[in-house]
């Protein structure tokens, strides 16, 4: 046999070698998810969205409150607003940010109790953090839980959910809203506050009390309500 006929022979086995490698691979089934890694996702993906939830209606009842602690003035439609007499009473962004957390924390607790899962679930230490930058607020939250189902056990250690809110910038708005009700209530500018992309509405209530929102959008999370109480 010839040098070149074995050569020949030997590039016709490379290539035979390589396309029944190819065929091979393409023949192959899809690698599929294990049904115990599907069953961790599902209750990681349920605890997500309910801490999704809760953040966002925790951003929602401030914004519609003014604050989150006890509110003074109770409204016909059953809304609540926090009342102001001065500057000094909104919120500074610390107590805003400690405020909203303790009310974070109040509504994730169902989150992590009594869920729609036949697995070994078990979760403790609730913990929660608050952030705020560049106008979104990050609820971050920790409670090692423990999954078991199919004799195959996962941990989970924390969450992460963002809200978007211009915290400060509706503070600071609820700060200059309040001094100029305050300072001289018989003559009240409204129009004077409403500046690009921020405006406010003003409502008469009784006993020297004024209605107040900031908003700067349609929506609930665009805005900030609260009652001025004038001298």
Do not use: W
């Amino acid at each position: 046999m010839q040098k070149g006929q074995i050569t020949l022979y030997i590039v016709v086995g490379v290539l035979v070698l390589v396309v029944g490698y190819f065929l091979m691979q393409k023949s192959a089934p899809a690698p599929t998810i294990a049904p115990q890694e599907a069953m961790f996702d599902d209750v990681r993906s349920y605890v997500q969205d309910c801490l999704d939830t809760a953040a966002t209606d925790t951003v929602s009842n401030f914004a519609l409150s003014g604050d989150l602690r006890n509110v003074e003035l109770e409204r016909l439609e059953g809304m609540t607003r926090a009342v102001f007499k001065s500057e000094n009473d909104v919120p500074s962004m610390d107590l805003a940010l400690r405020m909203i957390r303790e009310e974070f924390l109040n509504q994730i607790e169902v989150c992590y109790m009594d869920l729609p899962f036949n697995y070994d679930i078990k979760a403790s230490s609730l913990q929660a953090n608050i952030t705020y930058g560049d106008g979104k607020l990050t609820f971050y939250t920790f409670s090692p839980m423990q999954i078991s189902a199919a004799g195959r056990t996962r941990k989970v250690f924390g969450f992460a959910s963002q809200v978007q809110y211009q915290l400060d910038h509706y503070l600071e708005s609820g700060k200059e809203a309040v001094k100029a009700i305050t300072m001289n209530p018989p003559y009240i500018n409204i129009s004077a506050l409403n500046r690009i992309g921020n405006r406010y509405t003003l409502g008469h209530q009784e006993n020297g009390r004024y209605d107040v929102s900031v908003f700067n959008g349609s929506n609930t999370l665009s805005s900030y309500s609260f009652v001025v109480e004038v001298p």
